[in-house]
């Protein structure tokens, strides 16, 4: 590809929640080429086809952390996230990008490691990572093709790159305590729509309730009910940003039954009331 060429499409075909591709392209970049700093409404895959650049991410606690990256390595920008990427100045990158979102996409991700703090991509199986590059390219020359066409290849791209990519190193507990907390986050993901209390999550892994607490903090840095609580928001906010679902249904779809205890932890989670928030990101 010529320095500088850009190709890209967006995707035209109407509003789906599972899984929905928004955009797909690549460049070839000229040196010092560079985007943002800029926020994204969606997730924003970049694979790095050839040369080098400069990614500079925001995490979800305004911590800012710079990572150079070359061919074969990626990087996922996630919504509302502050980034901005450069171009090297001796041997720009060309890279192949797909926007995409859907109900079940942070959870996907998140179960693999990549998170705001961890948006770098590298691959644990060349096989399955030259299958996912072979997705993008095909989303990128067949833009005219119908919706479940271009779903279904959205598809495939995501479960390779989701297969494909290098897990991060468990965290730093012993294996038994690994264990409780993979089942406390298991349960608060099966259970979050339900009534649950920290009492019914330690119950689950067969820990006091006291000790429980202090191991899942040591473990995630939060305590079980913020956790729980930071779930419920996240999937509150994805309702709000991919559906038309009332305030007082989406409440009631995260384990709020009160339309009013919601619409105040929502405040308290993202400074704003729910109604407020969908206005903010509402779809193009």
């Not at 297969?163 to 965290?171: K, N």
């Amino acid at each position: 590809m010529p320095a500088h060429e850009l190709e890209f499409s967006t995707f035209p075909h109407g509003h789906y929640v599972d899984l929905m591709p928004y955009q797909y392209g690549r460049e070839a970049c000229e040196p010092g080429h560079a985007f943002g700093p800029a926020r994204r409404s969606h997730f924003l895959f970049h694979y790095i086809i050839s040369g080098r650049g400069l990614l500079m991410s925001t995490d979800e606690n305004g911590v800012k952390s710079d990572h150079r990256l070359s061919e074969g390595e990626g990087f996922l920008i996630f919504p509302n996230q502050v980034n901005t990427y450069v171009a090297d100045l001796d041997d720009p990158w060309e890279y192949i990008w797909v926007e995409f979102d859907g109900i079940h996409v942070a959870d996907e991700l998140e179960q693999v490691g990549m998170t705001p703090t961890s948006p770098i991509y590298r691959s644990l199986s060349s096989d399955r990572c030259s299958r996912m590059v072979e997705e993008m390219r095909y989303l990128v020359a067949h833009s005219d093709a119908s919706a479940l066409h271009l779903i279904g290849h959205t598809y495939l791209f995501l479960d390779y790159l989701l297969s494909s990519v290098d897990r991060p190193s468990e965290l730093p507990t012993s294996k038994i305590q690994g264990f409780y907390i993979r089942e406390a986050i298991d349960f608060i993901k099966e259970s979050y729509q339900a009534d649950i209390t920290v009492e019914d999550i330690a119950k689950r892994t067969g820990l006091n309730r006291s000790y429980f607490g202090k191991v899942f903090k040591a473990a995630t840095g939060k305590s079980p009910q913020q956790y729980l609580i930071g779930y419920r928001m996240s999937k509150a906010s994805e309702l709000l940003k991919l559906t038309a679902l009332p305030v007082a249904e989406v409440g009631r779809a995260v384990g709020y039954p009160n339309q009013l205890h919601f619409s105040r932890a929502f405040k308290n989670a993202f400074g704003i009331s729910p109604r407020d928030w969908r206005r903010q990101n509402a779809q193009a």
